[in-house]
């Protein structure tokens, strides 16, 4: 199994007050950069899914895809899209996925989704922690690509709603606070002091 990366960095961040949450930063680094640091040594190819101007991620060295313009309204799942056009292109069989404000994810996420993903009927593997699914954390097979560009073209956006679909399995993480967003300015405050 050929699996590559891809850091969510395409929101618009409104609880920021429409900062680019994947620049904003935690401790030394932005949180792009941590999110490749831990993803990276998981994944054969890691890139960015992100639009506008993808020279902003020109520090972190890999690609950045751009939503396609038919999908670019229809949040994470148009970046899942353009994630797994990508990774099939270049051979690869899945595409491990994590949002940008989620740094802390566990550094052995992808084996686990992997694992997982052995029981699932289509190969689709999402996190869970005891309180919900995350399924911007999640294992995506290069063979759902087709559905998905079909299930955005007719206007849905959901992420759950497209993974039930393809009845995924759940890998459960004990830690919640692994899978902790950043989605406000006190939220980056609390994750720099944990971390």
Not at 45 to 50: H, Y
Not at 52 to 64: H, I, K, M, N, Y
């Amino acid at each position: 199994m050929r699996i590559f990366g891809l850091i969510l960095a395409g929101g618009g961040a409104r609880r920021m007050g429409g900062a680019d949450k994947a620049l904003l930063r935690l401790g030394d680094a932005p949180l792009v950069t941590l999110c490749a640091e831990r993803l990276g040594p998981q994944v054969e190819q890691l890139a960015i899914s992100a639009n506008g101007d993808a020279g902003r991620f020109g520090f972190t060295g890999l690609p950045v895809l751009a939503d396609a313009p038919a999908a670019a309204a229809q949040g994470p799942l148009a970046g899942v899209l353009a994630g797994l056009d990508w990774a099939a292109g270049l051979g690869a069989t899945a595409l491990a996925t994590v949002a940008v404000d989620t740094p802390h994810f566990p550094c052995d996420l992808v084996a686990r989704l992997c694992l997982a993903a052995e029981s699932a009927p289509s190969g689709l593997a999402l996190a869970e922690t005891a309180d919900r699914a995350h399924p911007t954390c999640a294992l995506w097979p290069v063979g759902l690509r087709d559905d998905l560009r079909g299930w955005l073209a007719g206007g849905e956006g959901r992420m759950m709603g497209f993974a039930a679909r393809h009845q995924p399995v759940l890998a459960r993480f004990p830690d919640a606070a692994a899978f902790m967003n950043i989605n406000t300015p006190a939220d980056l405050a609390a994750a720099g002091q944990a971390g």
